[in-house]
């Protein structure tokens, strides 16, 4: 499938794939046979983090903060959770789920997730460690000369 704004083609990109300092996680909610998995990464932005949770392979809540990533400070900042969450109930217009006793368990859950992950990963550092091939040199091609006043 092609998206196109304005009629120019929207280039998609796997989130999975792209993240860096991956972890494969597993949570067992109640109820449920099967445990769930759960990818952590870091991402390379940095606005745009949180948990992804799909429902059938269709995204219905996209970057929810959890654990570290509510408080006002950078612990936490850049880790993506990407989980299926089929065991959980959409509302009817499929833009989020039912408020109810697995839904704030999972999210307690994951929330605990991941911290473990970030500590794991960056220990008690608030900014997330960037290895060398993560560096990329921004050069703007001109400079501008801000005047004076």
């Known amino acids: 499938m092609q998206i196109f704004v304005r009629s120019v083609k929207v280039k998609t990109k796997l989130i999975k794939k792209s993240l860096s300092k991956t972890l494969v ?31 059938r392979n269709r995204l219905i809540r996209s970057y929810v903060r959890v654990g570290y990533q509510i408080k006002p400070n950078s612990m936490g900042a850049g880790v993506i959770g990407i989980i299926e969450c089929n065991y959980l109930t959409p509302t009817h217009n499929k833009q989020d789920f039912d408020y109810n006793k697995h839904y704030r368990s999972t999210m307690f859950a994951l929330g605990q997730k991941l911290n473990d992950y970030w500590n794991e990963k960056c220990g008690d550092q608030e900014v997330p460690p960037q290895t060398v091939s993560e560096l990329v040199p921004i050069s703007c091609g001109y400079s501008v000369r801000i005047p004076t006043v």
């Open 25 to 55: 996680d597993t949570y067992k909610p109640h109820g449920v046979d099967k445990p769930q998995k759960i990818v952590f990464g870091f991402t390379q932005e940095t606005d745009n983090y949180g948990i992804m949770m799909y429902y």
